[in-house]
């Protein structure tokens, strides 16, 4: 270690030395935690390990209501806890139980209601809310629900007019939830009883103005509609955003960006196929419609796509569509499998200008991963 001396410009050198004897080795006792049972660290979402019924305690639930709700002015270090207790606890209770250790005026019963999401909890949940009872941050536990079931979405069917504006992209996300194991939940009438009511809420023939709050509204509703799959009865009213032609460019994106899980009918992909070949269309609003006619992607479509390339005028459209064409037809992501095979029977010209730092493109990432091995960007330049 070397410094300047005080004064002078010379340097001095210190060196340390340090030496360390062992003074001896003992055995640490270490206290065996009494394990009963061998399980993976991995999350299980069944029910196996909640709280039976035979198990579960009214008595319990309620006293552990009382320790959540009674300190009003302040959050005990163990709420965290409690709390979860509570939503084991109401699990294992039937409707009647449930009724008995009802607690309207305590948030944190409300909410673990939601949580708990078994049809009784989300019953009585429908009481508080039709009754005006509940707080408003149960809505977000919604989305939560791993796999509801028809119980479920009868419940939720019961106040879904009730529902606030913040709210429904829960519900819808849940219902979506439904939907994805049950293919044909168009058919269900609570289903369709939450699409109609959500529905209801847009402007009458999406008449929106320019002022932030209508826009949000809109575009909310419009992407809590987009949430659901497998039902075409927002069909009509998300085409009735698209053909106006005074709305504000945010709603009519979220508009056509509403049918990403439509099923592909003649009337979808003809309305968002001329919004496509409009040139004096907005750039992102042509760039959106196709995106969403490659989601149903067949022969005629895409020598459409094909055919309007070779005549677009519009630099930013063409890299776009074109970057997009030519790498999904390299991709390896097995959801493009489809549209691969349409793709080989066609020549995509390559006429426009793909610089990146001027010019809209399309990426595709991948990796291995478990969960997801394929990411999608989207680099948007609007002239």
């Known amino acids: 270690l070397g410094w300047p001396a005080l004064g002078q410009r010379e340097l001095g050198t210190l060196h340390a030395e340090l030496t360390m004897n062992a ?27 909640h709280i039976s019924g035979k198990n579960a305690s009214p008595q319990h639930a309620r006293q552990i209501i009382g320790e959540l709700c009674g300190a009003q002015d302040r959050v005990a270090p163990d709420a965290a806890s409690h709390f979860a207790d509570l939503v084991n606890h109401l699990r294992g209770l039937s409707a009647t139980e449930i009724v008995s ?13 939601a949580a708990c999401a078994s049809q009784s909890c989300l019953a009585h949940l429908g009481n508080l809310i039709n009754a005006g009872a509940a707080p408003e941050s149960v809505y977000s536990s919604l989305s939560l629900v791993p796999a509801p079931e028809d119980g479920i979405v009868d419940s939720v069917a019961s106040f879904i007019d009730r529902v ?4 429904l992209l829960p519900v819808s996300s849940m219902v979506q939830s439904y939907c994805n194991g049950h293919p044909e939940c168009g058919r269900n009438p609570s289903v369709q009883r939450i699409i109609q009511s959500i529905v209801a809420k847009l402007p009458a023939g999406c008449r929106v103005g320019e002022r932030f709050d209508e826009i949000e509204k809109t575009v ?7 949430n659901i799959a497998n039902e075409q009865h927002s069909l009509p009213s998300i085409l009735a955003c698209i053909d106006n032609q005074h709305i504000p460019r945010d709603v009519k994106l979220a508009a056509i960006n509403a049918l990403r899980r439509k099923p592909c ?3 979808r992909n003809d309305k968002i196929s001329k919004l496509y070949r409009d040139h004096k ?5 042509r760039i959106e419609s196709f995106r969403q006619l490659m989601q149903c992607p067949s022969d005629d479509i895409v020598q459409n796509i094909v055919d309007a390339l070779r005549n677009e005028t519009i630099n930013q459209v063409g890299s776009y569509v074109w970057s997009f064409l030519n790498t999904k037809r390299r991709s390896t992501n097995p959801g493009s499998y489809d549209l691969q095979n349409v793709l080989k029977r066609f020549h995509i010209p390559q006429r426009f200008d793909v610089d990146p730092r001027r010019f809209s493109r399309y990426y595709e990432f991948g990796y291995f991963d478990k969960e997801r091995s394929f990411f999608e960007n989207d680099q948007l330049f609007n002239e």
């Open 23 to 49: 003074a001896g080795v003992a055995r640490a006792h270490v206290q065996q935690l009494p394990f009963k049972r061998h399980t993976t660290i991995v999350f299980d979402h069944s029910s196996q390990d």
């Open 101 to 113: 250790v009802s607690s309207p005026g305590c948030g944190a019963f409300a909410d673990a209601l």
């Open 164 to 167: 606030p504006l913040h709210g």
């Open 220 to 226: 909310i509703i419009l992407k809590s509609v987009g």
């Open 265 to 267: 009918s003649q009337q």
């Open 281 to 285: 269309e907005d750039v992102e609003v």
